[in-house]
């Protein structure tokens, strides 16, 4: 069974950062794309952002391209989510899927299996 646990949320000031990581167990997680998703009270789970299965292509929501960075090891089974430059709109619980290919998408569709999610609450 696949499981993902994300860790590193909290409470952050404005312009502060986060680095959010996400263990994967129960696939051959190197043969998987991997994506984070936010959603926020009273709106719809958001794309954030997706890795290859390789690490070597990245997509990002505009919202968050030059402030976030999306990167996975291998090795280690886990993908991170580096968050700089928070602001209080990315307040919201952010979650990590993993895709049903190797390829980036930002649909979330394109996922199956996802995380319980870790909440990230930026102060203003």
């Known amino acids: 069974q696949v499981q993902l646990v994300e860790s590193g949320g909290g409470l952050v000031q404005a312009g502060g950062s986060l680095r959010l990581s996400c263990a994967a167990s129960g696939r051959t997680f190197s043969n998987y794309a991997m994506g984070w998703f936010r959603q926020a009270p009273g709106k719809e789970r958001a794309f954030v952002a997706a890795?290859?299965?390789?690490?070597?292509?990245?997509l990002y929501a505009d919202s968050v391209k030059g402030r976030f960075t999306i990167s996975r090891d291998n090795a280690e089974n886990t993908v991170y989510l580096q968050m700089n430059s928070l602001k209080p709109e990315d307040t919201a619980v952010y979650y990590c899927?993993?895709?049903?290919?190797?390829?980036?998408?930002?649909?979330?569709?394109?996922?199956?299996?996802w995380g319980q999610g870790t909440q990230v609450t930026v102060s203003s």
């Open positions: 899927a993993t895709d049903r290919g190797r390829l980036t998408h930002s649909d979330a569709y394109s996922y199956d299996y």
């Open positions: 890795v290859s299965w390789t690490g070597a292509r990245t």
